[in-house]
């Protein structure tokens, strides 16, 4: 067989930008509308329809042997009091672990579990997060400059957003008088 060649993606600092971009996913306001409490609120905002994060992804094999790897853009702004959010998953391969590192901006590591469990963890320039196997993980940008951050995951994880599309995450992120704070989701 083949040996797969070793090769190498440029990541700008500046921008989070991948070179090459690879397999580029984009998640406007209309991809996840259903997503945010406050549904006049997305009513308002679907006529903008803003868009909410990109993600580059280097492109390897999806196996266990290989390591995908990406970046997320997450912008800066509020679907009502709630900050902009990914819609966050657990892997389809429940016990495959992630790695986020954050370059820029700030946010929170939002995480969970199947059987109750909530964990936070907030994010700046060079923290390194470790997603624990079983924890579904959703990132919120908490602050006024896009959040970017670097993850790493085994090649055979891929995404299960099924539970989370329908119930979202145990708690909200949302300002309270100029402050992020999590909040029970009344949904939940
Ligand atoms: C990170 C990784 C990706 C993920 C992306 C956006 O970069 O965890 O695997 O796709 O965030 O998150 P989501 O897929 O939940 O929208
Ligand atoms: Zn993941």
Redesign the pocket.
């Known amino acids: 067989t083949e040996k797969f060649m070793p090769f190498v993606t440029e990541l700008d600092f500046a921008t989070g930008k991948l070179n090459p971009e690879g397999h580029v996913?984009t998640?406007n306001l209309s991809h996840?509308k259903d997503m945010y409490y406050d549904q006049e609120a997305v009513r308002q905002l679907l006529g903008q329809n803003p868009l909410i994060?990109v993600?580059y992804?280097v492109v390897v094999p999806e196996t266990a042997a290989h390591i995908?790897h990406?970046?997320?853009i997450?912008y800066p702004g509020k679907v009502g009091n709630e900050y902009f959010m990914?819609?966050?998953?657990y892997h389809e391969v429940l016990d495959r672990a992630?790695i986020?590192f954050c370059l820029k901006g700030k946010g929170q590591l939002l995480m969970q579990t199947q059987d109750g469990a909530f964990a936070s963890i907030d994010m700046v320039p060079g923290s390194v997060a470790y997603?624990a196997p079983e924890w579904a993980?959703?990132?919120v940008n908490t602050g006024d400059e896009p959040f970017v951050?670097?993850?790493a995951?085994p090649g055979d994880?891929g995404?299960n957003?099924g539970d989370?599309e329908t119930e979202g995450f145990a708690k909200l992120s949302v300002e309270q008088n100029g402050e992020a704070v999590l909040v029970d989701n009344p949904r939940y």
């Open positions: 996913i998640r996840m994060y993600v992804n995908q990406c970046v997320t997450l990914t819609k966050g998953h992630e986020y997603v993980h959703r990132t951050f670097f993850a995951y994880a995404h957003y989370i």
